[in-house]
């Protein structure tokens, strides 16, 4: 296993239009997390799954953003709408059921919203 | 709310010179993390602290943690260029990060 794996790696798309982007872990990762980053900032939580519960979601979501990990294993994060303001990188990271729930993050998705 | 503040935010610098970087926290934090980042790319775990007065060493980094005052360091020596990059700890209530600490090192 190579670490987590994120795609698309960039998706330009315009403003309006719905975009969903998924995140593999590494396996036997009981948690995985997404983030948004951009230019210049620390990551910005978004929400966390263990297993295929989605036990926090960030207050500054809007629900225009939805998160899912079906089974348990990968996981999609959906943009409805998009606006320019959405433009970031989008971080996955995931961790294994240690005391340090140490994260692993992928290569991160670029979304640029035209 | 929950507060990560980073200082510095801007560090340059000369090869073979030590400082430190300051991460305090506003709440109580199970976990205190550090990561690397370098340009164009994700981040990199660099640290985990659990407990008050952890420490942890790998090469020329060195990460401490006292819970008591929120306070994390990331001490770095003797530096080389190689360690230029940004550095974020994050606490994980929330998973809040700090804005992070960007290091350039100088010949």
């Known amino acids: 296993d190579t670490g987590v794996s994120q795609d698309p790696r960039h998706k330009i798309t315009k403003r309006g239009q719905n975009v969903t982007f998924r995140c593999d872990p590494i396996?036997?990762?009981?948690?995985l997390y997404w983030y948004r980053q951009t230019l210049g900032q620390g990551p910005e939580f978004l929400t966390y799954f263990q297993n295929e519960a989605q036990l926090e979601k960030s207050r500054l979501l809007s629900d225009r953003f939805s998160a899912e990990r079906p089974k348990g294993s990968f996981s999609t994060l959906e943009i409805q709408r998009t606006e320019q303001g959405d433009s970031a990188m989008y971080l996955c990271a995931s961790s294994p059921p240690t005391v340090t729930y140490e994260q692993y993050f992928g290569p991160g998705t670029r979304l640029t919203v035209t | 709310e929950l507060k990560v503040e980073q200082n510095p935010l801007f560090l340059s610098m000369q090869e073979g010179k030590n400082y430190t970087i300051y991460c305090n926290y506003s709440?109580?934090?199970?976990?205190l993390y550090w990561y690397r980042q370098d340009p164009g790319k994700s981040l990199e775990s660099l640290f985990v602290l659990l407990s008050n007065g952890a420490v942890k060493q790998e090469g020329r980094l060195m990460a401490s943690l006292d819970t008591k005052a929120r306070l994390s360091t990331l001490h770095i020596t003797a530096a080389v260029h190689d360690l230029s990059a940004t550095y974020f700890c994050?606490?994980?209530?929330?998973?809040?990060f700090g804005a992070g600490t960007r290091l350039t090192v100088k010949p």
């Open positions: 994050a606490v994980d209530n929330d998973m809040r």
């Open positions: 709440t109580t934090s199970d976990r």
């Open positions: 396996s036997e990762h009981n948690r």
